[in-house]
T-cell receptor, first 112, second 111 residues
């Protein structure tokens, strides 16, 4: 069953801790993306990757880091430098860059 | 960079009525404009898109129109049904080379 899988679905973290959100796709898509969704602000792009071993900053990359060592995987690390990390995070992929986005089910991070 | 403004933020219609959501963009070079629908608790999904060489595109009850001169595009839903209730996002491709989304419109269709 092809798709894009995010884990964990819910995550709680104490201030000052780094946390990594997983995103895996078996759609053989070249491009992958991380978006942050906050109420009333739509979807804001954190990082994107057009191809393996390459990634670029989006609109709100500060306090986040990513890697793209494998085509299937694009993990997002929320570092302690992110001032307001509590949010809903969506991972997406597309066959080619700027093609139709296929989203995962999201990960909700709460910083206590 | 590209700014995508979406209006209204909330929209309530009676079942069977039409709904229109409008977006404006700032970058005249933008050439791809998708619309995504996010039902409550679910992931966003593409419902329709339009490219700058087309002025209108229709898919059953959904249509999108594009005015490149005025730099705005709209989503039209006719004969609305309760299952159309969702948050709708427009998007446009930026000069930086990625898609930027509008803030979303929460559509409620009352039976």
């Amino acid at each position: 069953d092809g798709g894009i899988t995010q884990s964990p679905k819910y995550l709680f973290r104490k201030e000052g801790q780094n946390v990594t959100l997983s995103c895996e796709q078996n759609l053989n898509h070249d491009a992958m993306y991380w978006y942050r969704q906050d109420p009333g602000q739509g979807l804001r792009l954190i990082y994107y990757s057009q191809i393996v071993n390459d990634f670029q900053k989006g609109d709100i990359a500060e306090g986040y880091s990513v890697s793209r060592e494998k085509k299937e995987s694009f993990p997002l690390t929320v570092t302690s430098a992110q001032k307001n990390p509590t949010a809903f995070y969506l991972c997406a992929s597309s066959i080619k860059f700027l093609g139709e986005l296929f989203f995962g089910e999201g990960s909700r991070l709460t910083v206590l | 960079g590209e700014n995508v403004e979406q209006h209204p933020s909330t929209l309530s219609v009676q079942e069977g009525d039409s709904a229109v959501i409008k977006c404006t963009y700032s970058d005249s070079a933008s050439n791809y404009f998708p619309w995504y629908k996010q039902e409550l608790g679910k992931r966003p999904q593409l419902i329709i898109d339009i490219r700058s060489n087309v002025g209108e595109k229709k898919d059953q009850r959904i249509a999108v129109t594009l005015n490149k001169t005025a730099k705005h595009f709209s989503l039209h839903i006719t004969e609305t049904q309760p299952e159309d209730s969702a948050v709708y996002f427009c998007a446009a491709v930026t000069t930086e080379g990625f898609m930027r989304f509008g803030a979303g419109t929460r559509l409620t269709v009352k039976p």
